[in-house]
Antibody, heavy 124, light 107 residues
């Protein structure tokens, strides 16, 4: 049973960096059959997939165009976790952020396991 | 990007009712369609994948059908624990996109 535990600040000032971490138990961030995703949810944008990282002989990163240039998803093998950094945030980035796991042996876009969610508010 | 459109956006129903939620994709996604159930304050939970395959532990009163651009989620006999918001999501191509949700409320 895979469990994902999120942590990170819930209040971020405009123009600063949003940083969240997702700790993994029951799987490995460097698994050759998993992918590690971030998804956010807001009333205005609904559920929005932000991007993923996965290891297949080397690390791969995919990001949605709407945040490309501002986002980094970074694996941490030593702590078996992965993180989200979103730079230059605005109030539009206020949302509940979720980490989620995909078993790529099933389907690259099937989100089977989710973190508990973190409401991040962007406000001065 | 593939747009996913659900209808209705909200629905009032009673325990025991049969409920149908529809989802339309802006282009063909074959059967790469997943459904999630979300309760207030919780993460979405995978309910069904590949249009019609139930995730482990999901009761058989849930069923799904469709292919190409048009899909349905059917709950054959609503139970109290089914009142929640339901989202469709395409996994045909990145970026993976979700419908806007259907909120199922008690009549």
């Amino acid at each position: 049973q895979v469990q994902l535990q999120q942590s990170g600040p819930q209040l971020v000032k405009p123009s600063q960096t949003l940083s969240l971490t997702c700790a993994i138990s029951g799987d490995s961030v460097s698994s050759n059959s998993a992918a590690w995703n971030w998804i956010r949810q807001s009333p205005s944008r609904g559920l929005e997939w932000l991007g993923r990282t996965y290891y297949r002989s080397k690390w791969h990163y995919d990001y949605v165009v709407s945040v490309k240039g501002r986002i980094i998803i970074d694996p941490d093998i030593s702590k078996n976790q992965f993180s989200l950094q979103l730079n230059s945030v605005t109030p539009e980035d206020t949302a509940v952020y979720y980490c989620a796991r995909v078993d790529s042996g099933h389907d690259w876009g099937r989100f089977e396991d989710w973190g508990q969610g973190t409401l991040v508010t962007v406000s001065s | 990007d593939i747009q996913m459109t659900q209808s209705p956006s909200s629905l009032s129903a009673s325990v025991g009712d049969r409920v149908i939620v529809t989802c339309r994709a802006s282009q063909s996604i074959s059967t790469y369609l997943n459904w999630y159930q979300q309760k207030p304050g919780k993460a979405p939970k995978l309910l069904m994948f590949g249009t019609s395959s139930l995730e482990s532990g999901i009761p058989s009163r849930f069923s799904g059908s469709g292919s190409g651009t048009d899909f349905t989620l059917i709950i054959s006999s609503l139970q109290p624990e089914d009142f929640a918001t339901y989202y469709c999501q395409q996994s045909w191509s990145s970026p993976y996109t979700f419908g806007q949700g259907t909120k199922l409320e008690i009549k």
